[in-house]
């Protein structure tokens, strides 16, 4: 086995035998919305449409993934409020191209002035406000 060979088992068996490597993302939303207000969210990256999903106070939705070699992104757009006449459209997750995550959480709670969000390690911050539509 000459030395390129050798040296690429040895980084394949050192990488697969790390849990950390196999993790998923994911990215997590929490209704803090107050009592009888629903949020609606839809979410779509470059492959998938996750569908619409519909949180009531208190309740959570939350989806993993693995990143593309390429690049992977979450856009979302959030609707509450009567008639769902409040909204908010971002990106709810994104990987640099060529750069591949594992393990990473984006926690986000949406509230009634607009959607906070943290890592976890820290407290949430607003991020985005509701614009009427």
């Known amino acids: 086995m000459n030395r390129l060979s050798c040296?690429?088992?040895?980084?394949a068996l050192i990488v697969g035998s790390s849990n950390a490597i196999w993790e998923k993302n994911?990215?997590?939303f929490k209704s803090s919305?107050?009592?009888g207000n629903t949020l609606k969210i839809h979410c779509t990256s470059n492959d998938d449409d996750l569908g619409v999903?519909?949180?009531?106070?208190?309740?959570?939705?939350?989806?993993?993934f693995h990143d593309s070699i390429l690049k992977t992104y979450f856009d979302c757009t959030l609707n509450q409020g009567p008639n769902f006449a409040f909204h908010v459209s971002f990106t709810a997750y994104k990987s640099g191209g060529?750069?591949?995550?594992?393990?990473?959480t984006n926690f986000w709670d949406a509230r009634d002035d607009g959607?906070?969000?943290?890592h976890g390690q820290e407290a949430p911050k607003?991020?985005?406000?509701?614009?009427?539509?």
């Open 7 to 11: 040296f690429l088992l040895t980084i």
């Open 26 to 28: 994911s990215v997590h």
């Open 33 to 35: 919305l107050r009592p």
């Open 53 to 64: 999903h519909l949180l009531s106070p208190g309740q959570t939705y939350d989806f993993s």
């Open 98 to 104: 060529g750069l591949i995550r594992y393990g990473k």
């Open 115 to 118: 959607m906070y969000f943290t």
């Open 126 to 133: 607003l991020e985005y406000k509701w614009t009427h539509v």
